[in-house]
């Protein structure tokens, strides 16, 4: 384990501890390791528990419905049975599982994790400090001496071949939104044309009404936080997983024995031998039975590696593979019934409790991708990568619980168009089939740049790894391929509109980034200008939005070139996105200052990680404030604690917000500190604090933030410069902050390509329209928000 108390290590520690508290510590380990594998039921495998109820209808939906006999389905077990050992348990549970990114798992967490090995990152914004912070984020990680790779030097030359990794990570989420769109579909779909099988009257058209109508309530329930009903629904799961066991172990013993044979790889080659080519464009349906396994590494996060091996050895893998042996051992002998052959090889006197299992399997099945399509386009948004969208938490105490509205319905509405259009499961299938094995395959080649560039293992063995598990899965995705027109279409033209949308959004940022990287304002120019920066300094403190990591942005020559004042405090806010899924506290402000002393103009640049909240919380100005005072404390004092990063303006220190031992500003109840505080001059008027006072009253997630209020110990052991400057700190804080920010309008240049044009003027500026502004997705108060107009020419 990674814990630490104290200096020592945990696995240490123990060794050292009585055996009698060896045992309950081992009893607490074993304890929580069972409940996270109990929980994973609800989150991780819902999709993949459910697989059994279509896979030998949509393999013998194509040609191979010609070949119905024994042997046939003999070979189709086989290669079920093959498939499911070779990619779940061997790929993923024993290989891919280990290569998380301090706990996460998916394909942004492997990006993360090239980008922390090897300079293959788009982000410009990168410091010397970040690089510490990632190098050393994981608790007791080793740094290895790092290896030449041609390789490695190779892609870091080539910014084309970056840009190529980033689309081919980002194609790879938008398969995993598509998923999102199609789990829903041929979960619901397939569960309740079970219907069919017991009431004959029903018509397809009936039972695609009946499953649109269940799955507009799984997505008007989504705002509940479906991952909190998964976690409900985890029994549901394992008793689904124990009937389907039961009833195949049954069908096995019940309608064949021999079925057992199947097991030999040598049924496979005999399988090929019959069918010849129809037999390769039926894999399109058998890797149906393996959709679902990359859930085991999205949610990682959420569990542990550990947990999730055990759930899946423990029931997942044995029950499956029963219930596939069984509807084997009866399509065998009622070959006829193969376009229903799972209900119709339940017992009927426990149908219809399978049934409703299985109706609340598809259910949690389904709302598990869909929670993981939220996950990816968050991600995807704290990259720079997807435009702003309301992010909702939907649990107090679990960070990685959100709910997005406009995904939400976004997804319900295709999922809606693809049942009714299609309203076939093996046509949803084909789709389906394309956008989970694409997701596999991806994931295949950026494991083997993390086992070159991350583990430094040998490039035979990337090779190896990449050669046998890339040619199973290229098999199975070039028989899909085969299915295009037959709905297969349909993940490339979801992929195809979300990956626009993420590129231009990217390419946009990216460009508007670098003007204000070229077109940021001097420390030349600021310094012939005074402390007094040319105009009047008011009462108050200004927050500075900014994009920029150095230097001062251009709307600051913009704004005071229009305006005769400015505030006596200014404090420059970055916040920025670091390859990390999360950032510790007491590593996440960085605080610098832009000039001389007495100009009073500071830097703070907050990181966050991929799945960190980039919000202004309730205590920020407090929590800001104080990380100010202490950089300024520790500047005055020489101290050489902490970790800096160098920059032409100064030096950046990060600021540990946990620890305020020598702190010389303390916080008090705004009600207390009010009997004994002396007024304070205001930049606002009269009038103006009479109108911030209604808002705060009308709104009191605004009005909680002042009610804590800072002051200054009374202490003599400290510097007259620093107690001076703390107190304009103070004083500028007490008479009020304003956020101020730019609102840009981005412009291609006359002398730009059509293309440029296109994406800039038309797509980028739509999608700025449209999108939620940069104040509501930090949830600045309104009522002090300042916004400043500029036009970027890129």
């Keep these: 384990m990674d814990q630490e108390i104290g200096s020592i290590p945990h696995d240490r520690l123990v060794r050292h501890l009585p055996f009698r508290q060896q045992i309950v510590n081992w009893k607490s380990d074993y304890k929580r390791l069972l409940l996270l594998a109990y929980q994973s039921f609800g989150v991780v495998y819902g999709d993949l528990s459910t697989s059994p109820i279509y896979v030998y209808a949509s393999c013998f939906a194509g040609r191979l419905n010609n070949y119905r006999d024994e042997q046939t389905v003999f070979g189709v077990f086989s290669l079920i049975f093959w498939t499911f050992t070779l990619i779940p348990l061997l790929k993923y549970v024993m290989i891919v599982l280990g290569a998380d990114d301090n706990g996460e798992g998916g394909t942004f967490a492997l990006y993360s994790l090239l980008c922390r090995h090897a300079k293959l990152s788009l982000l410009p914004n990168q410091q010397a400090a970040d690089e510490e912070l990632s190098t050393y984020y994981r608790a007791g990680y080793i740094p290895q001496i790092a290896i030449y790779s041609p ?54 058209g009936e039972v695609v009404i ?17 991952q909190r009903v998964a976690f409900m629904f985890a029994p549901v799961v394992i008793i689904w997983l124990l009937f389907i066991a039961a009833i195949g172990l049954y069908n096995t013993i019940y309608w064949n024995p021999r079925i057992i044979h199947a097991l030999s790889p040598h049924y496979i080659v005999k399988f090929f031998e019959h069918t010849g080519k129809d037999g390769w464009i039926s894999l399109g349906g058998i890797l149906l039975s393996v959709t679902g396994t990359e859930a085991m590494f999205a949610d990682l996060g959420h569990f542990n590696e550990t947990s999730i091996r055990i759930a ?56 598990s991708v869909i929670s993981a399509t939220f996950s990816i386009v968050k991600q995807c948004h704290s990259l720079g990568c997807f435009p702003r969208v309301k992010i909702v938490h939907t649990s107090r105490w679990i960070h990685g619980r959100i709910y997005i509205p406009e995904i939400n319905w976004i997804l319900m509405v295709l999922c809606l168009s693809v049942t009714l259009g299609f309203r076939d499961t093996t046509i949803i299938g084909n789709a389906y089939g394309i956008a ?70 990217h ?38 939005y900014t994009e920029l990591a150095t230097g001062v942005p251009s709307i600051f020559s913009h704004f005071v ?102 702190t010389r500003l303390v916080t008090r109840d705004a009600d207390e500190s009010e009997c004994n505080s002396t007024p304070i001059r205001s930049s606002k008027s009269v009038t103006l604090q ?22 200054l110990s009374e202490t003599e052991d400290i510097n007259c410069e620093v107690k ?24 291609a240049r006359k002398t730009s390509s059509f293309m440029k044009k296109i994406a800039i003027d038309v797509a980028y500026s739509f999608l700025r329209k449209n999108c939620r502004g940069p104040a509501v997705a930090l949830n600045i108060p309104h009522i002090s928000l300042i916004e400043v107009g500029m036009i970027y020419h890129v």
């Excluded at 649109?212 to 329930?221: I, P, T, Y």
């Excluded at 404390?633 to 990060?654: F, L, W």
């Design 151 to 204: 390789l490695k030097r190779f892609l870091e030359k080539h910014k084309r071949l970056r840009t190529c990794l980033l689309l081919i990570v980002l194609f790879g989420a938008c398969m995993v939104i598509g998923d999102g769109v199609l789990t829903p579909a041929i979960s619901v779909l397939s569960s309740i044309s079970g219907l069919q099988v017991r009431a004959k009257k029903l018509v397809d």
């Design 210 to 226: 009946i499953s649109c109508v269940v799955l507009v309530g799984l997505f008007a329930l989504q705002h509940k936080g479906t």
């Design 312 to 367: 899946f050895v423990g029931l997942i893998y044995p029950c499956l593979v029963l219930q596939y042996m069984g509807q084997a051992a009866f399509l065998s002998k009622n070959i006829h019934d193969v376009s229903s052959s799972f209900f119709e090889s339940i017992p009927q006197s426990v149908f219809w409790p399978v049934f409703v299992i299985s109706s609340l399997a598809a259910i949690v099945a389904s709302q």
């Design 436 to 505: 989970s094995m694409t997701v596999m395959f991806i994931t295949t080649w950026l494991m083997a740049l993390v086992i070159i560039f991350v583990w430094q293992n040998s490039v035979i063995f990337a090779l190896l790894f990449l050669i046998f598990f890339g040619s199973i899965e290229g098999a199975y995705l070039s028989s899909s391929l085969i299915k295009f027109t037959q709905g297969g279409w349909v993940p490339f033209v979801l992929s195809f509109i979300f990956m626009v949308i993420m590129y231009v959004w």
């Design 507 to 544: 390419y946009g940022t990216h460009e508007k980034y670098l003007f204000n990287l070229q077109n940021k304002v001097s420390m030349k120019w600021i310094l012939t200008l005074g402390p007094s920066l040319g105009i009047v300094r008011v009462p108050g403190m200004g927050f500075i």
């Design 561 to 662: 070139t229009n305006l005769p004042a400015f505030h006596q405090v200014l404090v420059f806010v970055c916040m920025k996105s670091v390859p990390v899924p999360y950032i510790p506290p007491d590593e996440q402000y960085l605080i610098g200052r832009i000039g001389p002393r007495t100009y009073r103009m500071y830097r703070c640049i907050i990181r966050y990680g991929y799945k960190d909240v980039q919000k202004v919380e309730d205590n920020f100005e407090n929590q800001l404030i104080l990380s100010i005072a202490k950089f300024i404390q520790m500047e005055g004092e020489g101290s050489s604690t902490g970790s800096y990063d160098s920059s032409p303006e100064g030096r950046m220190v990060v600021i540990r917000t946990t620890d305020t031992s020598g």
């Design 690 to 711: 009479s109108l911030q006072s209604l808002y705060e009253e009308e709104s009191p997630h605004v009005s909680h933030r002042h009610r804590v209020q800072i002051e």
């Design 724 to 747: 001076e400057e703390l107190m304009a700190l103070l004083e500028a804080k007490q008479a009020g902050v304003a956020y101020i920010m730019g609102h840009s309008y981005v412009k």
